[in-house]
Nanobody, 124 residues
Framework: VQLVESGGGLVRTGGSLRLSCAAS????????IGWFRQGPGKEREFVATIDWQDRTIFYSDSVKGRFSITRDNGKNMVYLQMNNIRCNGTGVYYCGAGSGMGIMIAPYGRYRYWGQGTLDLVST
């Protein structure tokens, strides 16, 4: 599975961005897709996940109510709509694909495939 993120850029605090993750190769619909953020000097942290049947979604407490993850299996795309972005939202956003028990709430080490990331810069 190959993943390519896009949609990052410069945004003001309180603004919105929509990130996209395009997948190719493999059987995309059997994977859980997760969005993770890596801030400057920090570890990659969980943001949101969505399972292949689009029935289960998890968000980190820090983005709940502001971010929305969706997927379009017909287009092999996963999206992360980010609203009311906070100043600590700066970082590289990655989408990852993984499978197995507990993957929905697993740390980034459990994910098998990763994109190259897309950079979001939040200005105050």
């Amino acid at each position: 599975v190959q993943l390519v993120e896009s949609g990052g850029g410069l945004v003001r605090t309180g603004g919105s961005l929509r990130l996209s993750c395009a997948a190719s190769g493999g059987t995309f619909t059997t994977f859980t897709i997760g969005w993770f953020r890596q801030g400057p000097g920090k570890e990659r942290e969980f943001v949101a996940t969505i399972d292949w049947q689009d029935r289960t979604i998890f968000y980190s407490d820090s983005v709940k109510g502001r971010f929305s993850i969706t997927r379009d299996n017909g287009k092999n795309m996963v999206y992360l709509q980010m609203n009311n972005i906070r100043c600590n939202g700066t970082g590289v956003y990655y989408c990852g694909a993984g499978s197995g028990m507990g993957i929905m709430i697993a740390p980034y080490g459990r994910y098998r495939y990763w994109g190259q990331g897309t950079l979001d810069l939040v200005s105050t």
